[in-house]
């Protein structure tokens, strides 16, 4: 389905797809990084699970990744990691974050809690362990391979195929909006990207020569579940919405805002793609 899909908009043999049956096995990427000339993870285990079951995955599926393209020869490896690797929402609770944060909170939180802990504790704590095992993984071997990670928060904005994606993980709040399914929505507040920003930022971080062993925070700008129902309402001023009260204010100041924007500008020529624009994005398919 993906092939022909890319075929389709820019011609044959510019695309291929490679199974990779258990990442998690320790030679899994070493036949597809075969003449390969960069190394971008995207995937991550989304199933959830026990701490201790988790993390370990994770870890080891980044780290396998790695020693691969590494061992490939491969000079440039981008991590999709998370905010949540470098903080979760906190409600009301004004600061400050930067590539130099990250979120102790949800460490303590699996060592405390174990079993019991909360699936968004679990999956921070998980992308903080693989992003700091892969820069030990670096150190330890003194490979040369540039690891650079992209923090994005939630991504909004257009499905390629959604008859065979779907509409899963943050994709889905439009479509649980226009859907009525208001119960699903009830969660702290998040900032966003574009998801073709955060696209981009990856091709930033694969080629950019000056980018060595960065974390590029992918957060735009504030998109409470309020505002994204007012601008469902001008969009489709015929549909009902019922009305809805966020969870706190989101108060998470960026501060790599201005320095990631500006990647995207020199790169592309534009900025951050406005929540606006990015809700219509994800709502075309929907209406």
């Not at 797809?17 to 995937?43: C, I, M, R, T, Y």
């Not at 599926?61 to 981008?78: D, E, Q, T």
């Not at 998980?126 to 991504?155: F, G, H, L, T, Y």
């Not at 590029?216 to 505002?227: F, Q, T, Y």
Request: proline letters at 5%; glycine letters at 8%.
């Amino acid at each position: 389905m993906g092939e022909d899909y890319f075929e389709k908009k820019y011609g044959q043999g510019r695309f291929e797809l490679v199974s990779v049956p258990d990442p998690d096995e320790e030679n899994a990427f070493e036949n597809v990084v075969k003449g390969a000339q960069g190394f971008v993870h995207v995937a991550h285990d989304m199933t959830g699970g026990p701490p201790d079951e988790a993390i370990p995955a994770s870890v080891k599926m980044a780290v396998n990744a790695l020693k691969a393209a590494s061992g490939a020869g491969i000079k440039r490896f981008v991590y999709t990691s998370s905010s949540f690797a470098v903080t979760q929402p906190k409600p009301n609770v004004s600061f400050t974050v930067d590539e130099s944060t990250f979120n102790e909170d949800a460490l303590r939180a699996v060592k405390e809690k174990g079993a019991k802990c909360d699936g968004a504790s679990v999956y921070s704590a998980s992308k903080v362990e693989a992003e700091r095992a892969m820069q030990k993984w670096k150190e330890e071997n003194k490979a040369d391979i540039v690891i650079n990670c992209i923090n994005p928060n939630a991504n909004l904005g257009p499905v390629l195929q959604p008859e065979h994606q779907g509409y899963r993980t943050t994709s889905g709040w439009v479509k649980n909006l226009l859907d009525g399914k208001y119960d699903q929505l009830n969660r702290p507040q998040e900032h966003f990207i574009n998801v073709v920003d955060d696209a981009k930022l990856h091709v930033i971080a694969l080629a950019h020569p000056d980018l060595q062993g960065r974390r590029l925070i992918g957060m735009a700008e504030r998109a409470p579940i309020s505002k994204i129902v007012g601008i469902l309402k001008k969009l489709y001023p015929e549909r009902q919405f019922e009305y809805f009260e966020d969870e706190g204010e989101d108060k998470i100041t960026n501060g790599m805002k201005e320095e990631v924007e500006n990647l995207l500008k020199d790169a592309y020529g534009h900025g951050y793609t406005s929540l606006e624009e990015s809700i219509r994005q994800n709502a075309i398919e929907l209406k």
